[in-house]
């Protein structure tokens, strides 16, 4: 079982940055793929960033390519999304989420286990 709550979420202006966080409960952080997800009001949950177990591995949405990033640091059971660049489309509701499975996509929502509470982000022009 691994618990997740996200911080970081706020009220920024177009061109500005945000660093969410993701802190994880459990022993077995290290074991589980994690990802960033959205939902702007009115439209689907989807995919923006995932990162593998060891952070070796990440992968991106192309709507954020060159402009967000994700990291982990297994030692403090934490994941981060440092967002450059923010445009208004990027305003949604934030969510971490981690997977234990191997087979399917990690860009798919279905795929995950666990999932944070949510953090608002606002970009304004």
């Known amino acids: 079982q691994v618990q997740l709550v996200e911080s970081g979420g706020g009220l920024v202006q177009a061109g500005g940055s945000l660093r969410l966080s993701c802190a994880a409960s459990g022993r077995t952080f290290s074991s589980y793929r994690m990802g960033w997800f959205r939902q702007a009001p009115g439209k689907e949950r989807e995919f923006v960033i995932g990162?593998?177990?060891?952070?070796?591995?990440?992968y991106y949405a192309d709507s954020v390519k060159g402009r967000f990033t994700i990291s982990r640091d297994n030692a403090k059971n934490t994941v981060y999304l440092q967002m450059n660049s923010l445009k208004p489309e990027d305003t949604a509701v934030y969510y971490c989420?981690?997977?234990?499975?191997?087979?399917?996509?990690?860009?798919?929502?279905?795929?995950?286990?666990?999932w944070g509470q949510g953090t608002q982000v606002t970009v304004s022009s």
């Open positions: 989420a981690a997977r234990a499975g191997y087979s399917g996509s990690s860009r798919d929502v279905s795929q995950y286990d666990y």
């Open positions: 990162i593998s177990w060891s952070g070796g591995t990440t």
